[in-house]
């Protein structure tokens, strides 16, 4: 995609942003849920895989103000799908999950957000921290691990119970992972 940055120190930081972005959402510790299949893994689909996923963001930034959180969630089985779609040869299980997906793009919108190029996110980023501050307190709850979650209804379960708590801190849920969130 063509975006149109607003100047040069306005491409570095986006571009540093979507990379740091992927890498983050790349760097699982789930050994038993990698994001490629390495024995089919080849270097210059992987490069395509994320240069997709740049696009796939820049587009994103640019119709931001026109998506709903009805939208966001599409937006996210969307990005997954069009990438198990075309790179499930180089994917582990062919899939480009829904875990995966998510973090990209709410890692993506948090950046976004905190450096005041868009408006609050719908959602956050999960992973194992947001997992263990979402579960704290609750009994006989269980979430998949954000790594291995490939069904949007397991999603969806995480971004209701941040919801729940959100609205007990009469907060965004974007704001109650800033506040809940630290760094491994």
């Known amino acids: 995609m ?4 607003n100047n040069k120190k306005d491409e570095f930081l986006i571009k540093e942003i979507m990379q740091n972005s992927i890498s983050a959402s790349f760097q699982t510790r789930n050994e038993e849920f990698p994001i490629y299949n390495y024995e089919n893994l080849d270097l210059n689909s992987a490069k395509y895989l994320r240069n997709e996923i ?3 963001l820049l587009l994103y930034l640019h119709n931001y103000k026109t998506i709903d959180e009805k939208g ?10 069009i990438l198990s779609s075309k790179y499930s040869k180089i994917l582990y299980n062919g899939r ?7 973090k990209v793009i709410n890692l993506f919108l948090k950046y976004m957000w905190s450096i005041g190029k868009i408006d609050v996110p719908y959602h956050c980023p999960i992973d194992n921290i947001i997992k263990i ?14 790594t291995e979650l490939d069904n949007i209804k397991d999603y969806l379960k995480y971004i209701e119970l941040i919801r729940i708590k959100s609205i007990n801190s009469n907060i965004s849920i974007a704001e109650w992972e800033l506040e809940n969130w630290k760094k491994g």
Do not use: C, M, P
């Open 2 to 5: 063509n975006y149109v940055y």
């Open 54 to 56: 740049k696009d796939f």
């Open 72 to 81: 966001h969630i599409a937006k996210i089985k969307e990005l997954s799908d």
């Open 96 to 102: 480009f999950r829904i875990g995966i997906s998510q």
């Open 133 to 146: 501050k979402v579960l704290k307190g609750l009994k006989n709850i269980t979430l998949k691990d954000w």
